[in-house]
């Protein structure tokens, strides 16, 4: 069964720098999403992106973030400078309809 | 805007005991709503769906009805087994059409006890 993917499971990195998280979605979808949990708290959207461009973000996804799709396969969430608040599990997911397929996550630390 | 409230959890159950999670939600117009389940060290998987009014969603065991009179998607299993220990999450999507952003509920612990 098709599945998302994403790498890596767990990123340590220090507040400042610029991290990459990456997904692969399901090879037929068209509708690529990106979601966050900080511990303990609610999954919380922060963008979707459709015919190579952002369709919906929301108020988290600032002028720190940035969605490409560099290939036909690949889905990629960028930090510019990470702060200790980004802190959190990140979720890849995408769908061919209304229905979205998660992918396992990126837990990303900020030291 | 929208929003989904789920009883806070752990739910703490024997095997083959009746489970319910209640899941309210608000929202304008004719949402679809989702229950997903995460087990340990995995990601989110669809569990069930329902997208209008009396709808009833259901999965290995699992169902949901779409209440639109109370705003309600309670999420129901008779006998629930050792391996259904998850987290489980209400959302909804503002309809059934495709590029919907998902708005989740807090989620909700489940432990059940051989």
């Known amino acids: 069964e098709p599945e998302v993917t994403q790498t890596p499971s767990h990123q340590v990195t220090q507040m400042g720098q610029e991290v990459i998280l990456r997904c692969v979605p399901i090879s037929n979808h068209l509708y690529f999403y990106w979601y966050r949990q900080i511990l303990g708290q609610k999954v919380e959207f922060l963008v979707s992106?459709?015919?190579?461009?952002?369709?919906?973000k929301s108020e988290i996804f600032d002028d720190q973030f940035s969605v490409e799709r560099p290939d036909g396969s690949n889905f990629t969430l960028k930090i510019r400078s990470t702060k200790l608040e980004d802190s959190a599990m990140y979720f890849c997911?995408?769908?061919?309809?209304?229905?979205?397929?998660f992918g396992p996550g990126t837990r990303l630390t900020v030291t | 805007g929208n929003s989904v409230t789920q009883m806070e959890g752990p739910v703490t159950l024997s095997e083959e005991a009746f489970l319910t999670i209640n899941c309210t939600y608000t929202?304008?117009?004719?949402?679809?709503l989702f229950w997903y389940v995460q087990y340990p060290g995995e990601g989110l998987q669809l569990l069930l769906k329902a997208t209008k009014a009396d709808d009833k969603g259901s999965n290995k065991g699992f169902e949901a009805t779409y209440r639109k009179e109370t705003t309600s998607f309670h999420l129901e299993k008779g006998s629930v087994q050792v391996s259904d220990s998850a987290v489980y999450f209400c959302?909804?999507?503002?309809?059934?059409?495709?590029?919907?952003?998902?708005?989740f509920g807090g989620g909700t612990r489940l432990m059940v006890k051989p």
């Open positions: 929202a304008t117009g004719y949402p679809s």
């Open positions: 997911a995408s769908a061919g309809g209304y229905e979205q397929y």
């Open positions: 959302a909804l999507s503002r309809n059934n059409n495709a590029g919907n952003m998902l708005t």
């Open positions: 992106f459709y015919n190579n461009e952002i369709s919906e």
